[in-house]
């Protein structure tokens, strides 16, 4: 169980720091801005998906927050990194860019598997 919850913590404080604190500390950058408009979407659609994410990734990492809740957040992740993987392609072809997305989803289904697992086992010790 010790080695369940290291991993969990582990790959849900990666997904902390990629999509809470990169996009809230970079996303007013030119660099960002312009991420977003050469994948052909308005500026406003950059500010809407760092403010999702920031609570996102709240959801996951705060204990106290409803498992519902944390579903939602896990599965609007994964939209965002299929998504996102998908506007890569689309736009620059095959490339890091594309692949980048689906390497963190990777991370994040191994944060959703080993959170259920240790639901499971708070559940079986109740």
Not at 42 to 67: D, H, R, S, T
Not at 112 to 120: E, K, L, S
Request: hydrophobic content about 55%; cysteine-free.
């Amino acid at each position: 169980m010790k080695t369940t919850k290291i991993i969990f913590w582990t790959t849900t404080i990666l997904i902390f720091l990629f999509e809470g604190v990169m996009p809230a500390l970079t996303s007013q950058s030119e660099m960002a801005k312009e991420g977003i408009r050469h994948l052909g979407y308005p500026e406003y659609f950059g500010n809407a998906l760092v403010v999702f994410k920031i609570l996102g990734v709240l959801a996951l990492i705060i204990p106290q927050v409803p498992g519902r809740i944390k579903e939602w957040a896990y599965a609007g992740f994964a939209f965002d990194f299929i998504f996102a993987s998908i506007s890569h392609f689309a736009v620059d072809g095959i490339g890091f860019q594309g692949f980048f997305p689906l390497i963190v989803l990777a991370i994040l289904i191994i944060s959703y598997v080993t959170y259920h697992r240790i639901q499971r086992y708070k559940n079986i010790a109740l």
